[in-house]
């Protein structure tokens, strides 16, 4: 089991760049694919980002490929999301989720995730 803790909540300008990170308890971490998903005001939840278990593997939507980075430091139990170029419609609460341990793959798909952290506030001001 795992327990998820996003941290790296702001307000930035546009332009500007943010940087999430989501630290985990629990030995599996670095058997599960992790993904980060956001919720914007009236809006569905939708992905951003995924990475597999080892590292080497990425996804991105295609409004955050070229702006955001997903990476993981499985020593510190640690995924982040380095966040540049940042839109006001990246205005969201951000989510970290994991996957089943022994999952190697990362998935767009948030049924496919089964631990989930409370979520962190990013505000982007234009």
């Known amino acids: 089991q795992l327990q998820l803790v996003e941290s790296g909540a702001g307000l930035v300008q546009a332009g500007g760049s943010l940087r999430l990170s989501c630290a985990a308890s629990?030995?599996?971490?670095?058997?599960?694919?992790m993904g980060w998903f956001r919720r914007a005001p009236g809006k569905e939840r939708e992905f951003v980002a995924a990475i597999n278990s080892a590292g080497g593997f990425t996804i991105y939507t295609d409004s955050v490929k070229g702006r955001f980075t997903i990476g993981r430091d499985n020593t510190r139990n640690t995924v982040y999301l380095q966040m540049n170029s940042l839109k006001d419609e990246d205005t969201a609460v951000y989510y970290c989720a994991a996957r089943q341990s022994g999952q190697y793959y990362p998935s767009s798909d948030p049924d496919e995730y089964v631990y989930w952290g409370q979520g962190t506030q990013v505000t982007v001001s234009s």
């Open positions: 629990g030995r599996t971490f670095s058997n599960s694919p």
